[in-house]
């Protein structure tokens, strides 16, 4: 069997949904070495910076594995705004989807929110709500996001910055998607890690 039998889902059977589950599974397989190519497209994404968008990507992870970070962490960090080519408008929660299934909760909801927590640092000139983020005050997750902002994304447009490369975040990104998706274990609702040591 090379293809499913089916035109319309509906019409499938037990056979064509086990091959496709299996084409699937493997597939998924594949997910980190995607994301990374992706995160490399980002050079070709907004421009404007003194450093491109895998720059500052990239310095952010660098800053967060400096500040003692865990795995989850740096690769949210790295993986922040990978949204920025396909989804302009909501990058923060393109990212946070792509993560949800296998980083902590904690990291999922900074990344989502980040967006609106960066408000603060250019909202007023551009006619946005500086304090937005105060809508989520309540939150325990909203100081680990406003530091998330400050010391790993607001602060990662600096050329002069001794900046790690890719490739040093490649096994971390590796061991994060090769995780079993929604694992509770891992995704640890209401847990919360520091950001730094």
């Not at 293809?3 to 091959?19: I, L």
């Not at 250019?122 to 937005?132: L, M, Q, W």
């Not at 607001?154 to 002069?160: G, K, M, T």
Request: hydrophobic share 35%; glycine share 6%; proline share 5%.
């Amino acid at each position: 069997m090379e293809t499913v039998k089916f035109t319309a889902m509906k019409d499938g059977d037990k056979e064509d949904y086990d091959f496709l589950t299996e084409h699937e599974i493997e597939y998924t397989k594949g997910t980190a070495d995607r994301l990374l190519t992706a995160l490399v497209s980002l050079d070709e994404s907004l421009s404007g910076y003194q450093i491109t968008r895998l720059g500052h990507s990239l310095q952010s992870a660098t800053r967060a594995e400096r500040d003692g970070a865990d795995t989850d962490w740096i690769v949210s960090a790295l993986l922040h705004d990978i949204g920025d080519i396909f989804a302009p408008y909501n990058h923060d929660e393109y990212a946070a989807t792509i993560l949800k299934p296998f980083v902590r909760e904690q990291c999922t909801w900074v990344v989502e929110k980040h967006g609106d927590f960066q408000m603060v640092y250019y909202g007023e000139h551009v006619g946005a709500d500086p304090h937005k983020r105060e809508a989520y005050r309540e939150h325990p997750y909203f100081e680990d996001c406003a530091t998330f902002c400050e010391r790993w994304d607001q602060s990662s447009f600096d050329p002069a910055y001794d900046t790690l490369p890719l490739e040093h975040f490649r096994a971390r990104v590796h061991e994060v998607f090769a995780r079993t998706p929604y694992d509770p274990d891992v995704l640890r609702a209401g847990v919360r890690e520091p950001l730094t040591v």
